[in-house]
């Protein structure tokens, strides 16, 4: 079946412009994760959906970073005014509750 | 805050041969996963094997195996039989500490020399 899928691959943009990351979770996965990968780094969590309840914004750098899922589906991690340290691959995952994350491709994102 | 600890920035293997990696973490969770995932260069994230923390018999998974030391939150990572395809980045993960998703490591770059 489908895995997680993520668009666009790869995003270049000008240092303080808006930004919108897609994921599309494998369907029946109620929970969705967002990873910032760092050049040379870890992975960085960032929030976390489940199901219908309030997302944990717990890792969220800044608040010029939000993330939405809708109808618990489809998600979009919204970075405004982008600086340049925001470059890096974003990365998601959904699971079924409590079980392994599957990961997409990542799109990495470029500031200018 | 969790922490993962992966020691080695980089290991070098013969094909064939068996590499360990190593994994450190800490958590105040009593009952857990632990994962290590593989990161080729395409990018995206291989779930390779996990462990269940209250179980004492380490996981085992074809050429992968894990020797994981709950009292010293030590979670190795065994490659036997070393292949070209193995060469990649390979990142530890422990829970988030009270709350879901993963804290990972900064990762160990495995090269496999033919």
């Known amino acids: 079946g489908a895995g997680v899928s993520q668009s666009p691959s790869n995003k270049v943009t000008e240092k303080g412009k808006d930004v919108e990351l897609r994921c599309d979770p494998i369907s029946g996965h109620t929970a969705l994760y967002w990873y910032r990968q760092s050049l040379g780094q870890g992975l960085e969590f960032l929030i976390y959906?489940?199901?219908?309840?309030?997302?944990?914004k717990s890792g969220l750098p800044s608040d010029r970073f939000s993330a939405e899922r809708t109808g618990g589906s489809v998600s979009t991690l919204t970075i405004q005014r982008t600086q340049q340290e925001d470059s890096a691959v974003y990365l998601c995952a959904s699971s079924p509750r409590g079980q392994p994350q599957h990961f997409g491709d990542g799109t990495r994102l470029s500031i200018l | 805050a969790q922490t993962v600890t992966q020691s080695q920035p980089e290991m070098s293997v013969q094909e064939a041969e068996t590499v360990t990696l190593s994994c450190t973490y800490d958590?105040?969770?009593?009952?857990?996963?632990l994962f290590w995932y593989k990161q080729p260069p395409s990018r995206q994230m291989i779930l390779v094997i996990r462990?269940?923390?209250?179980?004492?018999q380490n996981a085992t998974e074809n050429r992968f195996s894990v020797n994981f030391q709950k009292a010293a939150k030590s979670f190795s990572l065994k490659i036997s039989d070393s292949q070209l395809g193995d060469a990649a980045m390979y990142f530890c993960?422990?829970?988030?500490?009270?709350?879901?998703?993963?804290?990972f490591g900064k990762g160990t770059h495995l090269i496999i020399q033919p």
């Open positions: 993960a422990s829970p988030r500490g009270g709350a879901d998703g993963l804290t």
């Open positions: 959906f489940q199901g219908n309840s309030a997302p944990d």
């Open positions: 462990q269940e923390a209250y179980k004492q």
């Open positions: 958590t105040s969770e009593s009952d857990y996963y």
